[in-house]
Nanobody, 115 residues
């Protein structure tokens, strides 16, 4: 059973930066798919970024050019560097992971961007 632990959320002013970390435990092999989604109050869950075990990345349109996802494959840990944050980035950020599909979810970490 894979367990995901997120960290790094918090409160930041608009224009600032935060770095989120998600560490996966419970697998001796590189997890194929890892990524971040977010959900703001009253809104649908939204793709933020994904990264494969081979390092292929994808981003949601609203974060392209501002966020960067990376991973330490040997440790099944991913990072989300968030720059030039805006109030619309305020949400709970969830890490998710899996081999063929995203089967595992973290508890989420709150990111709040003040204007």
């Amino acid at each position: 059973q894979v367990h995901l632990a997120e960290s790094g959320g918090g409160l930041v002013q608009a224009g600032g930066s935060l770095n989120l970390t998600c560490a996966a435990s419970g697998s001796r092999h590189a997890i194929n798919l890892m990524g971040w989604l977010r959900q703001a109050p009253g809104k649908q869950r939204e793709l933020v970024a994904t990264i494969t075990s081979g390092g292929v990345t994808s981003y949601g349109d609203s974060v392209k050019g501002r966020f960067t996802i990376s991973r330490d494959g040997a440790k099944n840990t991913i990072f989300l560097q968030m720059n030039r944050l805006i109030p619309e980035d305020t949400a709970v950020y969830y890490c998710n992971a899996g081999w063929m599909t995203y089967d595992y979810w973290g508890q989420g970490t709150q990111v709040t961007v003040s204007s």
